[in-house]
């Protein structure tokens, strides 16, 4: 488990002035762009031109390279184009804000949410319908048991179940074809934000008769070792076929008159203006550098290195971790934990692992404040304070935790190394108060 999959190494200053490798823990936020996507990209840019309108020989080569990558995304994920259309959009974010104007809602229809959802699966929702939260269990894993009352107490009132694959601060997962079934029976959509779920699992939408199948899935080039900018969002095409699109222009339409639109089929309806080719290409290098490698690999590797970072990060004095700290269920989750390190603030942990010891890691709440509320336990009172600090300008109040998050280049070395720089905190064996802002008292 030392050697890496795909080498991916970098080497930063830190404090002493001394070229440290860099440990990069922070793939949920971003991945490093593999090497097979640059090329690929660098290749491309010889042939770089607009698509669809063009009739020159570039510009065919371009549309050709784009519907190209159009269905390396809809085999990704299993999706068949009869029964399905590839929207490509900037990120996760735009394509979930896409499918909350695309989708039928009137503000009294119901959408069921988790507790445990990056806001940007949750507040597009909010906009546009009635939202309930489906809660969680002391872990912070989806709770099934509420969901199944849910979905009767609101029984022919919901519109969609909005879950994520995987969270982005404890890696939970849930079942999501279980969870579908359950949907589908009480006669709702299920969408499925696969930001995090993407790069590290094999994903499958499924056969619309199939009563598991995922209506609509979304993600994010930039977190499965492609560059920032683009997007897709999966779903079924009778959605997509029907309605307005939300951005109107070039590209949407077979024909305008003075007085009248005709709109154009999914997915171009769906795709207005000049599309980002470039990033469309990069997304399918990188799928299918990942399906090279072979998602169960991945899998496996990184649940490996997961059981291994939460045996090597409980056994270390103040750590405590948020979720499920199990090692023996490594496999159920992705390769995300989040903690504190009792009692140094977490802005201060990330700040010194970054700035002594060479390792990138994130803190704070993650996009994903309803989570972190139900992870620390807040109170009722508790948000009402944090509210009125900040509302006088004071964030100090606002809860965070440090996170760390693998990708398949990441080896056990990385996670000794995170370990040895923890335990260096703990015992205090740090410079920190260096990087204190004196105005705002941030790291
Ligand atoms: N959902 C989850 C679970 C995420 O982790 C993220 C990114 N942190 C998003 C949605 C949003 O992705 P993007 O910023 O690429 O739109």
Redesign the pocket.
Known sequence: MRERIVGIDQRVPVLDGSLRRYVNLDN??STPALRDVLDTVNRFMEWYASVHRGTGFKSRVATRAYEDARETVARFVGADSHQHVVIFGK????A?NKLSYRLPLASEDVVLVSQM??H??DLPWRARARVEHIGLDVLGRLDEAHLGRLLQTHAGRIKLVAI?G???VTGAMPDLHRVAVKVHAAGAQILV?C??LAPHRDLDIGALDDPAHLDYVTL?A??MYAPFGT?ALIGRRDTFERGEPEYRGGGTIEFVSLDDVTWADAPDRDEAGTPNVVGAVALAAAMRALSSIGMERIARHEAELTAYALKRLTAIRGLRIYGDADPLRASQRLGVIAFNLEPHPHALVAAVLATEFGIGVRNGC??AHPYLIHLLGLTHDDVLQVRSSMAVGDRSAVPGLVRVSFGHYNTTDDIDRLAEALSNISRGEYQGKYYQDRTTGEY
């Open positions: 949920a936020a990120n996760t974010t735009e979930i959802e990056h940007s699966n994520t995987g969270s982005n934000d930001a995090q994010s930039h977190k997007g993650f996009c």
